[in-house]
C-alpha cells in the first residue's frame, strides 16, 4: 500500500488514503444515500445505511482492492471511484479463463487520478442507463496515468463482447485511440494486469489476447492501438484463433446472408443486425 499513499500525496487533496479498518467520514459530506444516485466521491462499507442505501462522502478514499498489488500496480476498488451497485444480479465467472480482450473507451480519456474517478463514474451511467447493461461492461479500466480500476471484477461475468463474455476477461483503457497510441503508463498497467490475472488464476497461462474487433464487428480498440498489441503480447497473441460473432449471431441465433442471393427459409429476417451493405441481413432463428 506505501506505493499507492504516496500517489494519493502528489494528486488532488481531496483524494484521502484509507483502509479497511477507517472510521467512516462524519458531517455534510457523508450520508446514505439512494444507490441510483451517483456518489460525487467514494462509497464506504463501515458504515450502516437503510436498505437500498449506501453511505456515500464526497472526498474519494482510495483503496486498492489488494488483488493485484504487485510490481507497482494497485487495482482501484468499485467503492472507491464510486460505483453504483449493479441494477441485476450479475452472473458468477469461472477461474481459468481462456481470453483476455482489449477496448478502448472512445469518447472517454483522463490523464491524472483526478479525472479518471469522474470518468469511471461517467462510464458506468453511460452503460447502464443507455446501453441497459446491469453494469458497467468491463472487468478492469485503464486511466491514462495508468491508474487501474475494478469495474466488475475477476468475479462475475462482462458484458463486452457477446460470444466471449462467459470465458474472457475484458480490459477498457479510457481513451481515443484510433489515430494515437495510449500513454506508457497506460501499456505498461495493461501488461502488469495481464500477468497478475495469470498469476491469481483468473486466466489459464495459455489464454489468448484478443482486440476487441477480433470477435466483434467494431473499430474498437482503434487503429493505432490494435497495431502496437501483437509485439506488446507475445506469445499470447492470437494463441487461439479468434471467432468473430455479430449481433445476428449472439442475439438472433441466426446467419448473415445477402437477401438478393439467398432464401431465409429456416427463420426470419431482421435489419441492422449484420454489418456491411444494407443487403446483407440477418436470418434470424430466434424464437425458434
Known amino acids: 500500500m506505501f506505493m499507492l499513499a504516496y500517489l494519493l500525496l502528489i494528486f488532488a487533496p481531496r483524494l484521502v488514503s484509507s483502509n479497511g479498518a477507517a472510521k467512516p467520514a462524519t458531517g455534510p459530506s457523508a450520508r ?3 444507490e441510483t444516485t451517483i456518489c ?7 458504515h450502516t445505511c437503510p436498505t437500498n442505501q449506501r453511505y456515500c462522502t464526497d472526498i474519494h ?12 500496480l494497485h487495482v482501484i476498488s468499485r467503492d472507491s471511484w464510486g460505483a453504483r451497485s449493479p441494477r441485476d444480479p450479475l452472473d458468477t465467472l469461472g477461474s481459468q479463463l481462456s481470453f483476455f ?21 461517467e462510464v458506468q451511467k453511460e452503460q447502464q442507463y443507455k446501453n441497459n447493461f446491469s453494469d458497467i461492461a468491463y472487468h478492469y479500466l485503464i486511466g491514462g496515468d495508468g491508474t487501474v480500476f475494478e469495474g466488475r471484477g475477476g468475479k462475475f461475468r462482462g458484458a463486452h463482447s457477446p460470444g466471449y463474455n462467459g470465458r474472457s476477461i475484458g480490459v477498457c483503457l479510457l481513451g481515443n485511440f484510433i489515430a494515437t497510441e495510449p500513454t506508457s503508463k497506460a501499456m505498461a498497467s495493461l501488461t502488469k494486469l495481464h500477468t497478475c490475472l495469470m498469476s491469481v488464476g483468473v486466466l489459464s497461462e495459455d489464454n489468448s489476447v484478443f482486440g476487441h474487433r477480433d470477435v466483434r464487428p467494431t473499430a474498437c480498440p482503434g487503429d493505432v492501438f490494435y497495431k502496437i498489441l501483437p509485439d506488446k ?9 479468434p471467432e468473430m460473432w455479430t449481433d445476428c449471431r449472439a442475439f438472433e441465433k441466426g446467419t448473415c446472408k ?14 441492422n443486425k449484420c454489418p456491411g451493405s444494407a443487403e446483407i441481413q440477418c436470418c434470424s432463428l430466434s424464437g425458434k
Open 61 to 72: 478514499h482510495v483503496r486498492s482492492t489488494e488483488e493485484c498489488d504487485v510490481d507497482g
Open 32 to 34: 446514505c444515500q439512494e
Open 258 to 271: 445477402d437477401i438478393n442471393k439467398e432464401l431465409c427459409t429456416e427463420g426470419t429476417w431482421k435489419s
Open 101 to 121: 480482450i482489449i477496448h478502448h473507451a472512445a469518447g472517454y480519456s483522463c490523464t491524472d487520478l483526478t479525472s479518471c474517478l469522474q470518468q469511471m463514474k
Open 40 to 46: 460525487k466521491g467514494s462509497y464506504l462499507p463501515q
Open 233 to 241: 503480447f507475445k506469445p499470447y497473441w492470437h494463441r487461439i484463433e
